[in-house]
T-cell receptor
Framework: DAGVIQSPRHEVTEMGQEVTLRCKPI?????LFWYRQTMMRGLELLIY????????DSGMPEDRFSAKMPNASFSTLKIQPSEPRDSAVYFC????????????FGQGTRLTVV | GENVEQHPSTLSVQEGDSAVIKCTYS??????FPWYKQELGKRPQLIID?????GEKKDQRIAVTLNKTAKHFSLHITETQPEDSAVYFC???????????????FGQGTILTVHP
């Protein structure tokens, strides 16, 4: 298995533009998490899904952020409109769920909003 | 919800010395405590974990201890090497049964620097 796959690896966009980050979890994993990492705030959980259903989105900073998981092998995190303060590394992670809670991280997407 | 505090935020040691990083958690129902290592520009990767039915776990030069009563757990690295230099994160979670689904709450991270 190639692990959790995220795309793009780097994204530079202008303020006000829409940004879509993509994630393919490990096959067979039931839980998927989106994290944001900044120097100031560390690793913050934005939202997580279990069996494609959003469980907790209390970490989503604003209505500009939305996430979907249309099927077990794909998730997106969208920011619209983007702002400079959204610049961060966004990680997707997946976990087998059930009793095994080890989380496997993707390589991350480094987002820069100018 | 769960709150995880991690100390110190930075740690500098000489090669061969030991390094200790400590974390406290707030939710007594948490029962899974992983440690992640993140090298510069890379993803966090699990290095060791411990469950609440165990007090200590060791894997070569790294060990983790857990004190459920005090709600704290620690990472110990012995005989440190320059390649141990990275950011280390502790985390806490409940088993994925019930409604937790394996949600991890992370500490703020410790930047470990091992000087040759």
């Amino acid at each position: 298995d190639a692990g959790v796959i995220q795309s793009p690896r780097h994204e530079v966009t202008e303020m006000g533009q829409e940004v879509t980050l993509r994630c393919k979890p490990i096959s067979g994993h039931n839980s998927l998490f989106w994290y944001r990492q900044t120097m100031m705030r560390g690793l913050e959980l934005l939202i997580y899904f279990n069996n494609n259903v959003p469980i907790d989105d209390s970490g989503m900073p604003e209505d500009r952020f939305s996430a979907k998981m249309p099927n077990a092998s794909f998730s997106t995190l969208k920011i619209q409109p983007s702002e400079p303060r959204d610049s961060a590394v966004y990680f997707c992670a997946s976990s087998p769920g059930r009793r095994n809670t080890e989380a496997f991280f993707g390589q991350g997407t480094r987002l820069t909003v100018v | 919800g769960e709150n995880v505090e991690q100390h110190p935020s930075t740690l500098s040691v000489q090669e061969g010395d030991s390094a200790v990083i400590k974390c406290t958690y707030s939710d007594s129902a948490s029962n899974y405590f992983p440690w992640y290592k993140q090298e510069l520009g890379k993803r966090p990767q699990l290095i060791i974990d411990i469950r609440s039915n165990v007090g200590e776990k060791k894997d070569q030069r790294i060990a983790v201890t857990l004190n459920k009563t005090a709600k704290h757990f620690s990472l110990h690295i012995t005989e440190t090497q320059p390649e141990d230099s990275a950011v280390y994160f502790c985390a806490a979670s409940k088993d994925a049964g019930g409604t937790s689904y394996g949600k991890l709450t992370f500490g703020q991270g410790t930047i470990l620097t091992v000087h040759p």
